[in-house]
């Protein structure tokens, strides 16, 4: 349990710095354009979830549903991961904007530091219907995405989702990949 409350700890504090960094940098009327990105939500929630964890780890007992939100959020974060190494990064062919500065902490440092306390420190036993939860994140992110780039074009397509016109297939691909990650994790 100390583990798992030092892991948390760093957790929230690397959320925290990160997100006061990202909201810095952001010309004034505009922080709102943060909470756009998927990383920046995936990396709050993850926050949330390892604060209440850490809480809970005081109090002395971990209630399974705040382990529940714990492998959510760890799921979600691992995504955002996979999909800067697997995707935005080969795809840009430029590391920047990818792994410096606060995001650095958001696609690689937050996502390992869940994955380890989540795989190594944190003890229950899920059922294997929360692999369909573990995919909730990206979905309802997914139709928002849509709706957002596609639909309404408020929102430009700064993944490359909907590149040559082929959502139908990034958005089948991100829905898999959290799928088959949050089986993954479950399985771990």
Do not use: Q
């Not at 349990?1 to 940098?25: D, G, W, Y």
């Not at 922080?31 to 949330?48: D, M, Q």
């Not at 382990?67 to 995504?79: E, H, P």
Request: net charge positive; charged share 10%.
């Amino acid at each position: 349990m100390v583990a798992s409350a030092v892991f948390n700890e760093a957790i929230v504090f690397a959320t925290v710095l990160s997100l006061i960094r990202v909201v810095k940098r952001m010309e004034k009327g505009t922080v709102h354009k943060a909470f756009r990105f998927f990383t920046t939500l995936s990396n709050v929630f993850c926050g949330l979830a390892a604060l209440l964890m850490l809480l809970c780890e005081l109090g002395g007992s971990v209630p399974m549903g705040v382990l529940l939100l714990k492998y959510i959020a760890t799921c979600a974060v691992t995504v955002t991961f996979f999909t800067v190494l697997l995707f935005l990064w080969p795809s840009t062919r430029s590391s920047k904007g990818l792994w410096d500065g606060p995001e650095l902490v958001m696609h690689l440092i937050t996502p390992l530091l869940a994955l380890v306390s989540f795989l190594c420190f944190e003890k229950g036993e899920l059922p294997f219907g929360v692999v369909f939860l573990g995919a909730l994140p990206v979905i309802l992110y997914g139709v928002v995405y849509l709706n957002r780039v596609v639909f309404t074009t408020a929102w430009e397509d700064f993944y490359g989702f909907n590149k040559n016109g082929k959502w139908h297939i990034s958005m089948a691909a991100m829905f898999v990949a959290a799928f088959l990650i949050s089986v993954l994790l479950w399985w771990m």
